[in-house]
């Protein structure tokens, strides 16, 4: 809200998605390259993805057309033509300018400017807030600039959390390169309507391995993915977070395999497989073995193709050596699946116990800051870091947005599914 009120480019009325987990976690399809690494314990107790539409595009009833020429698929270039001249003018600076034969000069939204200009902003921001704290205010631990994602590290009594913030562009609708994709059947029919499915999409500052930096950004649909977890058995879902906190770890270097693969090749496994079998409750175990093979399957076939948009191949881009070590690694979790896991669960542990022994220590010598409520020390205000994990936790698969009015920051407005809060 006070980035809005700093230079109006933000929207007014804006709607900001709340997803749990960081873009390290692979909750969005972000590369990673470019991500300073944060541990959870060391650096942070909690971490979110906030989505921030720069621009809005939401008048629209017809499947949406993007300039995908100049781009690989999954991909598009952003010209500012499809707004009115006000955009136009407000954004100029944060575009590429592509001068025609015929005279005529067409602005490109650059997701590497944007997203140089959110930082500065934010910088601005916290600069301001930290002149003057105000009671209440999180302090701020750490801002630091990731390709084209902000990490914020908040402080809030005794928790840490951490913020990816990514500036995106927001369409109503859908894009006519994934209309295809509704046409075949899927294992949400029936369970969601089309209409849920399909409220929306996103424009990520993430670049092809051969694309532009400066003007692509990547597809994502991100809004439907939290509609389509509804759908999911918990037993599925409890085998998707073990074998994502297995990867995680594993298949860390070189960066190939992401947990957003992962959740792709679920995805599509729930496509291919009898819906009898996939509700299961006590198939876990079943479960976290089939991930297994799956992802083994599509590292040494080279192949994992998008879930909305088939024809792009997500492991295009990587050579047979790196396809064949993550093989191999994998290989090694297959043969002992259970001590991988249990290796993977005392590295939470251990995190859990890093964050509790800071937080001990944190509570016994601290002392209330201006920018806490006061009160006694040993009692750290979490009531912004509770709420916030309370909201996540206790809605599960559901959609969670967050509302801004830039004439009253001290008042967010939360939205879980079509409810208010």
């Known amino acids: 809200g006070m980035v809005q009120k700093l230079d109006q480019k933000l929207p007014v009325a804006n709607e900001y998605l709340l997803l749990s987990g960081g873009?390290?976690?692979?909750?969005?399809?972000?590369?990673?390259?470019?991500?300073?690494?944060?541990?959870?314990?060391?650096?942070?107790?909690?971490?979110?993805?906030?989505?921030?539409?720069a621009l809005k595009l939401h008048d629209r009833n017809q499947p949406v057309t993007l300039d995908m020429r100049h781009s690989a698929l999954c991909h598009s270039w952003l010209s500012l033509r499809l707004f009115d001249e006000g955009t136009i003018s407000k954004w100029k600076d944060c575009c590429t300018i592509v001068d025609h034969i015929n005279g005529a000069t067409n602005y490109f939204f650059s997701p590497t400017k944007v997203a140089d200009w959110f930082y500065d902003s934010i910088s601005i921001v916290l600069s301001e807030i930290q002149k003057k704290p105000q009671r209440g205010m999180p302090k701020v631990e750490k801002v630091e600039k990731n390709g084209t994602i902000i990490s914020i590290i908040l402080g809030v009594g005794s928790s840490r959390m951490l913020y990816d913030i990514v500036p995106v562009v927001s369409f109503k609708g859908w894009p006519a390169v994934a209309q295809s994709w509704l046409m075949e059947n899927h294992f949400w029919d029936g369970k969601i309507t089309e209409e849920e499915v399909i409220s929306g999409f996103y424009l990520v500052p993430a670049c092809s391995y051969k694309g532009k930096k400066d003007n692509e950004w990547r597809l994502s649909f991100a809004r439907s993915e939290v509609q389509l977890k509804k759908c999911i058995s918990s037993s599925l879902m409890q085998a998707y977070q073990a074998c994502?906190?297995?990867?995680i770890k594993l298949l860390s270097r070189p960066k190939a395999i992401s947990p957003y693969h992962l959740r792709s090749m679920m995805l599509w496994a729930c496509d291919r497989l009898p819906?009898?079998?996939?509700?299961?409750?006590?198939y876990a175990a079943h479960f976290l073995l089939g991930l297994i093979d799956d992802l083994q399957h599509c590292l040494v076939n080279k192949m994992c193709p998008n879930y909305f948009i088939p024809q792009c191949n997500m492991l295009e881009h990587l050579s047979e050596e790196t396809v064949m070590l993550h093989a191999r690694k994998l290989s090694s979790v297959r043969s002992d699946p259970a001590e991988h896991l249990r290796t993977a669960i005392e590295h939470v542990k251990a995190a859990n116990r890093l964050t509790l022994e800071l937080q001990r220590r944190?509570?016994?010598?601290?002392?209330?800051?201006?920018?806490?409520?006061?009160?006694?020390?040993?009692?750290?205000?979490?009531?912004?870091?509770?709420?916030?994990?309370?909201?996540?936790?206790?809605?599960?698969?559901?959609?969670i947005s967050v509302f801004i009015n830039p004439d009253d920051v001290t008042r967010p407005h939360f939205r879980i599914d079509d409810k208010f809060f």
């Open 244 to 247: 994502k906190a297995i990867i």
């Open 362 to 399: 944190g509570s016994t010598t601290s002392i209330p800051s201006p920018q806490s409520d006061g009160g006694d020390p040993n009692q750290p205000d979490d009531r912004l870091a509770k709420k916030l994990q309370q909201l996540v936790t206790e809605n599960p698969g559901k959609s």
């Open 275 to 282: 819906a009898s079998y996939l509700s299961q409750e006590d």
């Open 23 to 53: 873009v390290r976690e692979g909750v969005v399809d972000i590369d990673l390259d470019e991500l300073n690494v944060y541990a959870r314990g060391t650096d942070y107790d909690m971490d979110f993805t906030l989505l921030v539409p």
